[in-house]
T-cell receptor
């Protein structure tokens, strides 16, 4: 089955600096790669996603890059702010044994923004 | 505003008890999912359902079962709770077909003593 590895597990960044979180996946058939943000006491929430026909996608201070050849994708947050402090999860889509779409998640990165 | 609700935020049960976790979504989504979240292990898929009365095992189904009698409701059942099932349980829903955004509930923190 799919294996998604995420690094680093913790990341501390000075406010205003950039943060980068990296993920690798194993299933070459994966074609959808979302990133979720989980704030304390809440469920994860989608912040950005990318499909395999695109190499990069931006949404204001957040960007995701995808390298299908190397099977890795990354989340970039620029001009970090205190409200960016949270746990971030990457995920990759896979096809189940019965042909249904599901997500495999990475192990998460706890991002702390230092004021 | 889309919404996924879970029946309890916190639950404490004893070993051997039968436990029901309920999830309701109001978005008319075809797909519903149950995950458990443990420190250092991320989110792991227990079971999912792609239609009413249809279900499929995820990556860690042992010790769990599910029920989906209505489109909006997806239940996770622990037939005989054990201490290693102490965890945060998250429910999610999404549209069917292509992989789409999953909307998560706030989670149920289950403690089995």
């Amino acid at each position: 089955g799919e294996n998604v590895e995420q690094h680093p597990s913790t990341l501390s960044v000075q406010e205003g600096d950039s943060a980068v979180i990296k993920c690798t996946y194993s299933d070459s058939a994966s074609n959808y790669f979302p990133w979720y943000k989980q704030e304390l006491g809440k469920g994860p929430q989608l912040i950005i996603d990318i499909r395999s026909n695109v190499g990069e996608k931006k949404d204001q201070r957040i960007a995701v890059t995808l390298n299908k050849t190397a099977k890795h994708f990354s989340l970039h947050i620029t001009e970090t702010q205190p409200e960016d402090s949270a746990v971030y999860f990457c995920a990759a889509s896979t096809i189940s044994n019965f042909g249904n779409e599901k997500l495999t998640f990475g192990t998460g990165t706890r991002l702390t923004i230092i004021p | 505003d889309v919404k996924v609700t879970q029946s309890s935020r916190y639950l404490v049960k004893r070993t051997g008890e039968k436990v029901f976790l309920e999830c309701v979504q109001d978005m008319d989504h075809e797909n519903m999912f149950w995950y458990r979240q443990d420190p250092g292990l991320g989110l792991r898929l227990i079971y999912f359902s792609y239609d009413v009365k249809m279900k499929e095992k995820g990556d860690i189904p042992e010790g769990y079962s599910v029920s989906r009698e209505k489109k909006e409701r997806f239940s996770l059942i622990l037939e005989s709770a054990s201490t290693n099932q102490t965890s945060m349980y998250l429910c999610a829903s999404s549209l069917g077909g292509l992989p789409y955004e999953q909307y998560f509930g706030p989670g149920t923190r289950l403690t089995v003593t």
